[in-house]
């Protein structure tokens, strides 16, 4: 479970976690042998289009997809096999994109990751490895998969 997830008794914890038991395994299967990079952004996002209802809502689209990462994208692609993108409440950082990488190519991907950091300096902070722990399905207090 997430960390923070509480529960009085094991059996009030297998109670939780039984329905979702396909679920968790699956996600345990899809980590294992992988490790977390975490690349954190420099900068400041730009305030959302308001010029309409439909800029607005793409310009925010566009910002949950982090397109300031796009260049250490580019140059990790080949080791990437998933990706989460969330906001940082960092001060200075605009978000964070999670990457899932095969534990046999984490010295390629650091190796890539450096290169294009040396291209853009200053903007990205590469974290990891570590465990996967963004790629963990959240069970919630009633525990449902989120």
């Not at 990462?69 to 998933?82: G, H, T």
């Amino acid at each position: 479970v997430r960390f923070g997830t509480t529960a009085a008794t094991r059996a009030e914890l297998a109670s939780l976690l039984a329905p979702h038991a396909r679920v968790l395994a699956a996600a345990v299967e899809r980590v294992r042998g992988r490790r977390q990079m975490t690349v954190r952004v420099r900068g400041k996002r730009p305030s959302p289009d308001r010029s309409s209802g439909s800029a607005y809502l793409a310009s925010l689209v566009r910002a949950a997809a982090l397109p300031e990462a796009d260049a250490l994208r580019r140059a990790v692609a080949k080791f990437l096999i998933d990706e989460r993108v969330e906001p940082s409440p960092r001060a200075g950082f605009i978000g964070a994109v999670h990457h899932l990488v095969d534990a046999r190519h984490v010295d390629a991907y650091l190796a890539a990751a450096s290169a294009a950091g040396r291209r853009s300096p200053q903007k990205f902070v590469v974290t990891g490895p570590m465990m996967p722990f963004a790629f963990a399905p959240a069970i919630d207090g009633a525990g449902d998969p989120s």
